[in-house]
């Protein structure tokens, strides 16, 4: 119900945009986000979009690098990552919550089944 689309392979310093695709009901009134998750490590939330758009939130180490946005007309929501790092390599999951916070894999509903973003040292 969540289709993830737009990794592949950049390098450092180099831009990619995530983009993912619900056909989920009522997509709108769900907060978006999306995570990761490095090989061996535990899965990490990036950011998030408010259901009305209100609110976001960033990890701290992709602050002012990487843009969430949600387009509810056409129930999508996207990454737009920048000046990419080896340490953002990973897979990134879109993920759908009902709740309004929402900052833990466990309160998300809807998993999208990942694309992989590598970015080279």
């Known amino acids: 119900q969540l289709v993830e689309s737009g990794g592949g392979l950049v390098q450092a310093g180099g831009s990619l945009k995530l983009s993912c695709a619900a056909s989920?009901?009522?997509?709108?009134?769900?907060?978006m986000g999306w995570f990761r998750q490095a090989p061996e490590k535990q899965r990490e939330l990036v950011a998030t979009?408010?259901?009305?758009?209100?609110?976001?939130y960033y990890k701290n180490s992709v602050k002012g690098r990487f843009t969430i946005f949600r387009d509810d007309a056409k129930n999508t929501v996207a990454l737009q990552m920048t000046s990419l790092k080896p340490e953002d390599t990973a897979v990134y999951y879109c993920?759908?919550?009902?709740?309004?916070?929402?900052?833990?894999?466990?309160?998300?509903?809807?998993w999208g089944q990942g694309t992989q973003v590598t970015v080279p040292s």
């Open positions: 989920i009901p009522s997509f709108p009134i769900y907060t």
């Open positions: 993920a759908a919550s009902a709740l309004s916070e929402a900052t833990t894999p466990a309160h998300f509903r809807y």
């Open positions: 979009v408010s259901w009305n758009k209100g609110r976001t």
